[in-house]
């Protein structure tokens, strides 16, 4: 076990926080890069109970700053949250839509070391200020460019290789495959609905509703266009603007237990970045590491889990975390989510915040968003749909074309 619990958390809103000239096409920010890392770090540590003087030291997670609003070394923007700040080491990581996830671990070492006694974590990104082409070129600097990005190919199409791979191996047909994806969908946007922090709060969420967007409207315009098939556009997550921040501290320095929860394991396994050396294409290989290693720190197996967020980048990657984390076994997945499991209702719920196809997928932020609302489930203040039981949660984030891969356990103290 890391010893280490979160003691506070909070979560900005999600969305595109941007309004754009109709003449020239240009975004003007209407909520900053600035304005949600500093928002979410103060929120933290209002929501800990902590004083600013109270923090050792920052840790700040954030995909790619540099080409989405121009700014490089962004760590010490955390000082803006309040001048005692100042001083405080301050450091960036950088794992793609992992990023947050990273931070955190890195302030559980630091911590473990003893070089700091309390430590804010923050994700942190903001997308919209650039148009859809440019956009897609940011993410694909987070593949394997020789082979990847500077061949044409975005994450969509990434992740449609695993989802041909993984229909493929598992023989299922076309039809009931679609069918398994638009269930996903839904059931993001179903519980996203009610998550008053989601991008997407009137997302189709149903199968039928989906499947509909497939037809042309009155104007011949298709809504659920083909994006990289099969993978559709509501198989894919939002591009959105947001932060999540948290505090952690040793367990045994902890004042008020009823609102700490233990990070009782930890597991980051990197993949090989080109997909093309990869074995194979219709599992996580690297996310069922990490899942081994967090639950064996923990001291658990995948029957004591009661909710999970994962990283649901497309659809087929719900599928495969779901199985990776040992929720359902290999190839089984997509029949289960198809059976009605992983809602609100069942034994374990899977993306009880609508996910990041709902909730929004600020590529930096991810990681910190899924630890905060998970936090917040267990001590009873959730964020959106409550669990019907929450002693224990995972998190699974991952970065890049599932190549760095996070999987953390939370303990309700």
């Not at 970045?273 to 967090?294: C, T």
């Not at 609100?344 to 719920?349: E, F, Q, S, T």
Request: with cysteine; glycine share 8%.
């Amino acid at each position: 076990m890391s010893e280490i619990s979160i003691i506070g958390a909070y979560n900005t809103e999600f969305g595109a926080f941007v309004v754009e000239n109709e003449t020239s096409g240009l975004m003007t920010d209407t909520k900053t890069y600035y304005d949600l890392l500093i928002e979410a770090g103060r929120g933290a540590i209002v929501d800990s109970g902590l004083e600013a003087k109270d923090i050792d030291a920052i840790y700040v997670g954030s995909s790619s700053p540099s080409l989405f609003v121009n700014q490089e070394h962004v760590a010490p923007i955390a000082a803006e949250i309040d001048p005692v700040l100042r001083f405080k080491p301050m450091t960036r990581c950088e794992s793609a839509c992992a990023s947050s996830s990273v931070a955190l671990y890195n302030a559980i070492y630091a911590v473990e070391a003893g070089r700091a006694r309390r430590v804010l974590v923050i994700g942190v990104e903001k997308m919209n200020l650039l148009p859809t082409p440019q956009m897609t070129h940011v993410l694909a600097c987070c593949s394997h460019w020789p082979s990847e990005g500077s061949k044409g190919w975005s994450f969509p199409m990434l992740f449609a290789a695993y989802a041909k791979a993984y229909q493929a191996h598992y023989m299922i047909p076309p039809e009931e495959f679609e069918k398994m994806l638009y269930t996903v969908a839904a059931l993001g946007y179903k519980n996203g609905a009610e998550n008053p922090l989601a991008h997407m709060k009137d997302g189709p969420s149903s199968v039928e509703a989906i499947m509909k967007l497939n037809e042309p409207d009155a104007r011949g315009k298709r809504h659920n266009m083909m994006i990289a098939e099969p993978l559709r556009i509501h198989d894919c997550s939002l591009v959105s603007d947001g932060a999540a921040a948290l505090v952690i501290t040793r367990t045994a320095h902890v004042s008020n237990k009823h609102r700490a929860v233990e990070i009782a394991g930890i597991g980051h396994s990197v993949e090989r970045l080109p997909e093309n050396v990869r074995p194979n294409m219709h599992e996580l290989m690297a996310g069922k590491d990490a899942a081994a290693k967090a639950y064996k720190e923990a001291n658990i197996t995948s029957d004591d889990i009661d909710l999970a967020e994962v990283h649901d980048c497309f659809t087929i990657n719900q599928i495969l975390s779901t199985e990776a984390l040992g929720l359902s076994t290999d190839g089984r997945g997509g029949y289960d989510y198809l059976d009605g499991r992983f809602t609100r209702d069942d034994k374990v719920a899977v993306n009880l915040s609508g996910g990041l196809k709902a909730k929004g997928h600020p590529v930096g932020a991810t990681g910190a968003s899924m630890h905060t609302l998970i936090y917040k489930q267990l001590i009873g203040e959730a964020i959106g749909v409550k669990a019907k039981k929450a002693d224990i949660g995972v998190a699974f984030n991952v970065g890049g074309s599932a190549v760095t891969n996070c999987v953390t356990v939370l303990r309700k103290l």
